[in-house]
């Protein structure tokens, strides 16, 4: 089992930029690793995903704007977040999969683009 915490959400202008980071409470190198976000009165949507081969999967919205990189020996993963943009606003939350495949997630953090 996994715990999960993730940090680094704010409010940010359009065009701007934020990283959020997902530490776990032990070692990530087993898992796959992902972010997702969830905006008032839609779905949770998957935005990125690391595989334990560190390759990267993103979502077609999100692509080329966002970079989701894992340094396994912090146990940690993040989320570059540049460009953004008032869509971008929503709860983003990191996911840690194992073979199993059983899902563990963090609370979330709030991400806010306003002007």
């Known amino acids: 089992q996994v715990q999960l915490v993730e940090s680094g959400g704010g409010l940010v202008q359009p065009g701007g930029s934020l990283r959020l980071s997902c530490v776990a409470s032990g070692s990530i190198s087993a898992y796959a690793m992902s972010w997702f976000r969830q905006a008032p009165g839609k779905q949770r949507e998957l935005v990125a995903m690391?595989?334990?081969?560190?390759?990267?999967n993103y979502a077609g919205s999100v692509k080329g704007r966002f970079t989701i990189s894992r340094d396994n020996a912090k146990n940690t993963v993040y989320l570059q977040m540049n460009m953004l943009k008032a869509e971008d606003t929503a709860v983003y939350y990191c996911k840690a999969t194992n073979r199993n495949p059983r899902d563990y997630w963090g609370q979330g953090t709030q991400v806010t683009v306003s002007s």
């Open positions: 690391s595989t334990i081969f560190s390759s990267t």
